[in-house]
T-cell receptor
Framework: GDSVTQMEGPVTLSEEAFLTINCTYT??????LFWYVQYPGEGLQLLLKATKADDKGSNKGFEATYRKETTSFHLEKGSVQVSDSAVYFC?????????????FGQGTTLQVKP | DAMVIQNPRYQVTQFGKPVTLSCSQT?????MYWYQQKSSQAPKLLFHYYDKDFNNEADTPDNFQSRRPNTSFCFLDIRSPGLGDAAMYLC??????????????FGNGTRLTVT
C-alpha cells in the first residue's frame, strides 16, 4: 500500500541554519503531496502542498518540490528561526471520490536553538 | 475567521467511564474526520463523515463511535476508555475526500487522559 517515510529526528539546528527534512513516498498513480506542521500543544497546520510532478510548494520561507523520478518531497528552508521549532509531517493523498485518504509519515521534530 | 474548534482542550476521564469529545466547524465543509495521535506518532485516522455517510477505518476499535447531527458538529464517543486510549484526538475537515485541492483543516485537538 501507499506509504510515506521521513528522516528520523530530532533535527537540532542553530538559528539561521539551512534546513532539509527528507521525505520519500511509495504510491501507485499520481498522489498529491503535503507538508503539515504541528506546534507544541496544537493541531496540524497545512504548510505547503504540490499536486503534480515538478510542482514546487512554498510558504513562510519553506519550499518542497515534487520529484516523481526520485519519489521525494524534501522540505527545505534557507534560514530557520527559533519559532520554526515544531514537528513536521509529510503526507500524501491518493485516490479520488470517497476512497482517498491522507497518509502521514512518522513526523520529524525540529529544534532550533538561538 | 473560519475554523475548526475542538472542546475541551484537555479532558480527563476514568477508566471505563464514557466520554464525548466535540468538534465544530465554520468552514461549511462536507467532510469531517477524527484522528487519534499518540505521543511522537503520526495521526491515525479513526473514521470520517462525508455529509451524513459514515466511513469507519477497518482497524478502528468498536469502542470508538461518532455522531454528526448536522454539517457543523461532529462528536467522538469513547464508550469504555482504556489506559491505551489516552492520546490527542484531532478533528479535521475538508471540502471533499480524496481530492487533490482539498487539504485538511485541523482543530487544535483534545488531549485525553485516562486515570
Amino acid at each position: 500500500g501507499d506509504s510515506v517515510t521521513q528522516m528520523e529526528g530530532p533535527v537540532t539546528l542553530s538559528e539561521e541554519a539551512f534546513l532539509t527534512i527528507n521525505c520519500t513516498y511509495t504510491a501507485t498513480g499520481y498522489p498529491s503531496l503535503f507538508w503539515y506542521v504541528q506546534y507544541p500543544g496544537e493541531g496540524l497546520q497545512l504548510l505547503l502542498k504540490a499536486t503534480k510532478a515538478d510542482d514546487k510548494g512554498s510558504n513562510k520561507g519553506f519550499e518542497a518540490t515534487y520529484r516523481k523520478e526520485t519519489t521525494s518531497f524534501h522540505l527545505e528552508k534557507g534560514s530557520v528561526q527559533v519559532s520554526d521549532s515544531a514537528v513536521y509531517f509529510c503526507a500524501l493523498l491518493n485516490g479520488s471520490g470517497n476512497t482517498g485518504k491522507l497518509i502521514f509519515g512518522q513526523g520529524t521534530t525540529l529544534q532550533v536553538k538561538p | 475567521d473560519a475554523m475548526v474548534i475542538q472542546n475541551p482542550r484537555y479532558q480527563v476521564t476514568q477508566f471505563g467511564k464514557p466520554v464525548t469529545l466535540s468538534c465544530s466547524q465554520t468552514l461549511n465543509h462536507n467532510v469531517m474526520y477524527w484522528y487519534q495521535q499518540k505521543s511522537s506518532q503520526a495521526p491515525k485516522l479513526l473514521f470520517h463523515y462525508y455529509d451524513k455517510d459514515f466511513n469507519n477505518e477497518a482497524d478502528t476499535p468498536d469502542n470508538f463511535q461518532s455522531r454528526r447531527p448536522n454539517t457543523s458538529f461532529c462528536f467522538l464517543d469513547i464508550r469504555s476508555p482504556g489506559l491505551g486510549d489516552a492520546a490527542m484526538y484531532l478533528c479535521a475537515t475538508s471540502r471533499s475526500p480524496g481530492q487533490r485541492n482539498s487539504p485538511l483543516h485541523f482543530g487544535n485537538g483534545t488531549r485525553l487522559t485516562v486515570t
